[in-house]
């Protein structure tokens, strides 16, 4: 087929940078702040997921690919001692995505919110589950292993030892005076 289009392979990265060029796109300030660092290249690293290294375009869009990154983006931030990354830092602290509102103009309004709240739902159920199991590991350590000791139990123990302390002093003194 050799009058046939070329086809896009639809991969993470193509996804993530469609969605990231949506929003550039109605933030043209932030898009034009981008346009100097065309051709510098910079990698995502999300937990669960393989990392993706993208490029700027030359109209400041984000592109799939690139080569050595002048910056790294993890959840806990944007590494990296370059422009890019100082610029990365910026728009992260002033550019707002609000994902409901994205995924509303594909699927309308009542879809995306009901997508929305599970996903936050799903979110708070993995916080919850955490919480659950470490307070369910710290019951273990102190109830049923003995590793670990509450605080009033511990605060008890200093307050026995104290008073031993003081029974031991008087018991000396008791004992001099004999001598």
């Known amino acids: 087929m050799s009058g046939a289009a070329p086809t896009t392979k639809a991969t993470p990265a193509v996804a ?8 550039l796109a109605r933030e043209r300030w932030a898009l034009e702040r981008l346009v100097p660092f065309a051709g510098q290249s910079l990698e995502v690293r999300l937990p669960l997921a393989a990392a993706l290294r993208l490029a700027i375009g030359a109209e400041g869009r984000i592109e799939p690919g690139g080569a050595e990154p002048a910056a790294l983006v993890t959840l806990q931030g944007i590494t990296g001692a370059t422009p890019l990354a100082d610029e990365l ?13 994205e995924l509303s103009r594909i699927v309308g309004d009542v879809a995306a ?55 031991l002093e008087a018991l000396e003194q008791r004992v001099s005076r004999l001598d």
């Open 113 to 167: 919110h009901r997508l929305a709240d599970a996903v936050r739902g799903f979110f708070a159920w993995q916080r919850e589950s955490a919480v659950r199991i470490g307070e369910a590991l710290v019951d273990y350590a102190v109830e049923e292993r003995g590793a670990l000791v509450r605080r009033p139990e511990l605060a008890q123990l200093a307050g026995d030892i104290e008073r031993f302390a003081q029974a």
């Open 89 to 101: 830092r910026y728009l992260a602290r002033h550019l707002r995505w609000d994902a409901e509102e």
């Open 16 to 23: 993530f940078c469609f969605l990231l060029n949506q929003l």
